[in-house]
Structure formats: C-alpha cells, structure tokens
C-alpha cells in the first residue's frame, strides 16, 4: 500500500514537472518587435478574456487534453461578439466556421482540442450553451470548436476526451496568467520536430494610435524551418537541409483577441495578418495542415445582442487607416505566442513509445548569442 501511494506520488510529481514552467521566452532577453506586451504578455491582457485547460495525462498512451478562450464572462450566446476565421491552409475539422463566416459573430466559447475529439467536444459545447440562464428557448446554437493532431504522442483513437472535461475547461476558465507548454489542448503536440504546446502573447499599441489591447494564443502542431528573431535556427543547428525531410504536416490553431471596436470585415484583415507571425517562426502551412485564425472583438460597443426590438444596431467602428498598428501587433503577438509555447514546452514520451523532446534552450540560446539577439542586462 506504501509503495503505491509512492509511485503514485511520483506520478503526479513527474507530470507536474512535465507541465511546470520556469522562464518564458522573453525572459532569455530576446525580444520580438516593437510593440510592448501587457502586464501578463497574454491573451488575457484583453479585458474580460478568460482562459482554461483540463490536461489529460494517463498511463503511457494518453497525452491530449482542452483549452477554452472565453471572450466575455457573461452570455456569449446572448451577447454575441464580432468575429472572422481566416484560413491558411484547409487540411483540417474546424467546427462552426461557416456561420461565423456567414454571419460575422461569435456565441459560444471557442474550444481547442484534437482532432477525432472535435464532434465530442461540439457536443459538449452545445451542451454548455443550452444549460446557460437565459437560453432555456433556444433551438440552435453554433458551437466553435478547432484541433490539431495529437496522435504521435496520444493514443487519438481512443478519444478520451469527454463533455467533463470540455466544461471543467470552460467552467475554470479565468484571467490573469496562462499556462503555456504541455498543457490543455497542446498536452500533446510537437512543432517543428520539438515538443509544441499551447503559447500566448499581447501588445498594446502607443496611445496615439488608440492604446488598444490585442492578445494573441495558439496551440502549436505544425513543421517548417524553425527561425527565432530572424535566426537560423534550424540551419544552424544542422536540422536543414539534411536531416530535413519534409515531414512537417501538422496543424496550428491560433485565436487573437482585441479591445478594438472591429466588425468582421477588418477582423478578417486582422486575422490575415496573425498568419504572417507564423511564417516569421519559419512554419510552412504544408499541405497537410490545419491552420486557422479566429478573430474576434471584446468590445462593448460592437456586441450583437441576441433578442433586441431594433431593427437597427449600432456601433461605433475604427476606420480603415487605423488598422495599421494592430496589424503590427497581431503579427508580433502570433510569432512570440508561438516561440512561448516551444520555451514552456517539456519533453514528453507517449504513445507506443514516441517522445518529443523539448527545444534544446541552451543550444538555441547560444546561436541567438552568436547572432547578437540577445537584449544586454540593465
């Protein structure tokens, strides 16, 4: 009984280390940009932005897990916000895509998971929103739900992933700090041959330019030639062109969030441009990837309520010229959100045995020292 109460322990002790993070990416004195990222450097910079994950790890097979972006903390269904999807590359189960299209708006949490967990996952989504005060009439809700493939490191056909977890992600889902690495819907992914996971970053623009919060999160499941700050990296760690080979199909999920009063329309232009923060890491969007940025707006003056007697909405929208700066912003957020998720990242074994290891820090650090990237300390 004593030994397995010991093993037991040092179960949970080596997944809490395997999850734990100690530096983020920025704190190895590298900087991405020009932008400064708010006070957590997260998604949750933006006003009201909630995060949560329900991490899956059991036995030797199963590493997966959820991760819920909350837009408000009231009614999402109720008090819809302004939303677009920009797709980079189609190789994927996004759920829900073709109404936010069609209609411009988001009514339920966005969830992340993987990808045969996808129609599980809808479920339990649609499940959330229908036991919500307030919708007890409703008899259609659009549930927004994407995934990458954990299926190296998890045992994906077991799909493990049930409506518990998706509402404890949802239901603990809170502001502040967020967890990157081996956890929630990144438990299980690997990016650019190392172990991935979920990242995040923000900026916030000068207040010449509206002071306006942009936050941006991902879960990393895709390939390419790894580049950091304009290093590279993968060439210079010997990793192109010999021991690449093309096996870079994966998948990124990356959600961008905003105080800005955007519609749809320059959210999608907004979107377009988070994409080009993951090409500056050096992803390739192959063609076996599923790669998707949702956007969407937190800003009270754009919300779409849902039972309304006026024919009529009203809101007051920043124009065109304006977009500049949060264009800047999504890229630089998107390429540190993803270099975040490779820092926090540990190494992890799975499935039949498979095993990502983690960044080699030391080693990466010393070819940024090389390429004089790192930022002097005061």
């Known amino acids: 009984m004593v030994k397995f109460i010991l093993t037991s322990a040092l179960a949970i002790f080596s997944i809490h280390i395997a999850m734990s993070q100690e530096k983020r990416f920025r704190d190895y004195g590298i900087e991405i940009g020009v932008l400064h990222p708010g006070h957590y450097n997260a998604i949750s910079?933006?006003?009201g932005v909630q995060v949560g994950h329900k991490t899956l790890i059991e036995g030797q097979d199963i590493r997966t897990?959820?991760?819920a972006i909350l837009p408000h903390q009231g009614n999402i269904f109720q008090d819809k916000v302004p939303a677009a999807i920009?797709?980079?590359?189609?190789?994927?189960?996004l759920a829900g895509y073709s109404q936010v299209e069609e209609l411009g708006n988001l009514e339920?949490?966005?969830v992340l998971t993987n990808t045969l967990s996808l129609p599980k996952a809808s479920d339990a989504l649609i499940s959330y929103s229908l036991g919500l005060?307030?919708?007890?009439?409703?008899?259609?809700?659009?549930?927004l739900v994407g995934e990458t493939n954990d299926g190296y490191l998890n045992d994906i056909r077991a799909r493990r992933i049930n409506e518990e977890d998706v509402h404890y992600a949802i239901k603990n889902a809170k502001s502040g700090p967020v967890t990157e690495g081996n956890v929630g819907a990144g438990t299980g992914t690997v990016c650019f041959g190392y172990k991935g996971g979920i990242g995040t970053a923000s900026r916030i623009l000068p207040k010449e330019s509206g002071a306006f919060t942009l936050g941006v999160l991902v879960q990393t499941n895709f390939g390419g030639v790894l580049e950091i700050n304009g290093v590279p990296v993968a060439r210079e760690m010997g990793e192109y062109p010999d021991a690449y080979k093309y096996q870079s199909d994966g998948s990124c999920?990356?959600?961008v969030a905003t105080d800005a009063p955007l519609g749809p329309r320059n959210l999608k232009r907004l979107a377009k441009r988070a994409f080009m923060g993951l090409a500056k890491t050096g992803g390739i969007a192959s063609n076996g990837s599923g790669d998707y940025v949702i956007a969407f707006s937190t800003n009270s003056n754009v919300r779409i309520p849902y039972n309304t007697d006026k024919i009529t909405i009203e809101g007051k929208f920043l124009k065109n010229e304006a977009m500049t700066p949060l264009f800047l912003a999504a890229i630089e957020a998107t390429e540190e959100a993803i270099l975040n998720s490779l820092f926090?990242?540990?190494t992890m074994s799975g499935h039949q045995g498979h095993k990502a290891e983690a960044l080699p820090i030391e080693e990466v650090m010393t070819i940024m020292k090389k390429y004089n990237r790192i930022k002097p300390e005061k």
């Open 45 to 47: 910079d933006v006003e």
């Open 65 to 67: 897990g959820v991760t």
């Open 86 to 93: 920009f797709i980079g590359n189609g190789f994927g189960k």
């Open 108 to 110: 339920t949490p966005i």
């Open 133 to 143: 005060t307030g919708n007890e009439n409703i008899r259609s809700v659009n549930p």
């Open 253 to 255: 999920m990356i959600v």
């Open 344 to 346: 926090a990242a540990k």
